[in-house]
């Protein structure tokens, strides 16, 4: 039966206090008496622990708060969130999404269909929602049986896995977690690693709203610079991966460096930019052969 499938439903959260009714509500409408929710606050300096005392004091039995006593990052807090459940399956969720509506039932189901097989993460699809406006359908791809190929895919962009969109078996954080070094693009790592040593399940069906505001895509801008190519260090780390992935780096290298580009001629950084794409065509030349690193150069 569906309801033997126990979840644990994962939020970090840092100064979006304002935000976290709308996760809590939509979470908590839904959990299920052997269901965890765990919320991470991540040392928090506006009034989100007293948000969450509040909604701990309704609900004592459902909800866990877990305190940082100074930032560590969102990483970490996913990671810390980890070790404070018990449940077979994890769901993350961010402090600013929205669970739809009959997420967590389509989640029992696909668990329970699928708990004697081989599968460690379910991906689906989810809403986005840039200011507060008519949220539109992001629909996820299937994965291909072959890991290393859902690796590539995954690196080069074919398949984007946002959090609040999957749910994992708890058992892959044993060998797989968030890079807590880095301040940004700390996912695509973490999908890069689960991608490249377990097989994954695509599920036809929308589970959550992610919201895109203006505060959270100037922290991404800020922290672009910041994290500059370690991606490509901690996505290629040998302990990590398959000797067979190896042959992608420098492909990656460059499309990061590109990207890095485009983010300085963002910030109007334009010699900055003219130098990651001298860096992109020294370390992999046959990135010219992408549109997208052709539009750059010729702004550089």
């Not at 993460?121 to 791809?141: C, I, M, P």
């Amino acid at each position: 039966m569906a309801a033997d499938v126990k979840l644990s439903i994962i939020i970090p959260a840092y100064n979006y206090a304002h935000y976290l009714p709308r996760v809590l509500d939509s979470v908590l409408t839904q959990l299920a008496k052997t269901d965890e929710l765990v919320v991470v606050d991540d040392a928090s300096s506006d009034n989100t622990l007293d948000v969450l005392q509040q909604y701990k004091n309704q609900y004592p039995e459902q909800i866990k708060i877990v305190q940082h006593q100074k930032n560590c990052g969102v990483a970490a807090a996913r990671n810390n969130g980890v070790s404070h459940v018990s449940n077979d399956y994890v769901i993350f969720l961010d402090s600013d999404d929205n669970l739809l509506d009959g997420a967590l039932a389509t989640w029992r189901e696909v668990a329970l269909q699928h708990q004697d097989s081989d599968f460690m993460l379910f991906a689906a699809n989810h809403h986005t929602v840039r200011d507060d406006k008519k949220a539109k359908e992001r629909k996820g791809k299937a994965f291909s049986k072959f890991k290393i190929e859902n690796f590539r895919r995954h690196i080069f962009k074919e398949i984007q896995i946002p959090n609040g969109s999957f749910m994992a078996k708890r058992s892959i954080f044993e060998k797989v977690q968030y890079p807590e070094s880095i301040a940004n693009v700390e996912d695509p790592v973490f999908f890069a690693h689960v991608l490249a040593n377990y097989n994954c399940l695509h599920v036809d069906a929308f589970v959550v709203a992610i919201y895109h505001h203006a505060d959270s895509l100037r922290h991404h801008e800020t922290h672009n610079f910041e994290t500059g190519l370690k991606t490509v260090d901690l996505i290629f780390d040998p302990k990590h991966l398959p000797a067979e992935c190896m042959r992608y780096k420098k492909p990656y290298q460059a499309r990061r460096l590109i990207s890095l580009a485009r983010h300085a001629l963002r910030c109007g950084k334009k010699p900055e930019a003219k130098n990651y794409m001298k860096q992109a065509m020294q370390v992999y030349p046959r990135c010219l052969l992408s549109w997208r690193a052709i539009k750059t150069l010729c702004r550089v």
